[in-house]
């Protein structure tokens, strides 16, 4: 079985400052990591995701997450929040090799403040 | 092109009645998923189809609950005699089907279904 889990369901950051948002996961086989946006009123959109190749991502809107087997992390952190970045968050999970079904997390609510 | 659409986006139904909800996929994408947000809780899946076959239902809550892809693009989630648990979001998502690059689901904007 496979499952993320999100740390923090909230969290507040200055215009500017750095965005870390936490994810861990378990999974019994090499998984496929994802971090998808959902603004309000909104389907979820691909920020970046992790299929075993390079172990730091890069994603759209200056996102990046580091995959950490060592800690089973996949923390999504940004250098500089804008105001645009407040949205939920969400880590997912997937087997790899076929089309599988995506394991979200709960979710983490960013908001940036002035 | 365009993305994946979803119809109706609000749907209010009176506990007791069927609903039918609606997802257009990408154009050419082969799989095809349901999922379901409560509030304030990440998706669950429902269901899986890989073109008109559903590979998957592991997710789906109770007998209530039945998805179709009759000619492997648009699907249809029906849900029979609708209970108040069943008030959430209702996410489609498709991808390319399989290979090493398999799991990017591009999401539709969901149906937000109220059961009163």
């Known amino acids: 079985a496979q499952s993320v889990t999100q740390l923090g369901s909230h969290v507040s950051v200055s215009e500017g400052a750095l965005v870390l948002l936490r994810c861990n996961y378990s999974s019994s086989v090499p998984p496929y990591l994802f971090w998808y946006v959902q603004y309000p009123n909104q389907g979820l959109q691909l920020l970046l995701k992790?299929?075993?190749?390079?172990?730091l991502v890069k994603g759209i809107n200056g996102f990046e997450a580091e995959f950490k087997k060592s800690e089973t992390s996949f923390h999504l952190t940004k250098p500089s929040a804008h105001m645009s970045d407040a949205a939920e968050y969400f880590c997912a999970v997937t087997r790899t090799g076929t089309a599988s079904k995506l394991t979200f997390g709960t979710g983490t609510r960013l908001q940036v403040t002035l | 092109g365009a993305g994946v659409s979803q119809s109706p986006r609000y749907k209010v139904a009176k506990r007791g009645q069927d609903v039918a909800l609606r997802c257009d996929p990408i154009s050419g994408h082969v799989s095809l998923f349901w999922y379901q947000q409560a509030l304030g809780q990440g998706p669950e899946f429902l269901t899986y189809?890989?073109?008109?076959?559903?590979?998957?239902k592991s997710g789906l809550p109770s007998d209530r609950f039945f998805a179709e892809r009759p000619e492997g693009s648009v699907s249809t989630l029906k849900i029979q005699r609708t209970q108040q648990e069943d008030s959430a979001v209702y996410l489609c998502a498709s991808s390319l089907e399989g290979g090493a690059l398999s799991g990017e689901q591009y999401f539709g904007p969901g149906t937000r279904l109220t059961v009163t």
């Open positions: 992790y299929t075993s190749a390079a172990t």
């Open positions: 189809f890989q073109n008109e076959a559903q590979l998957d």
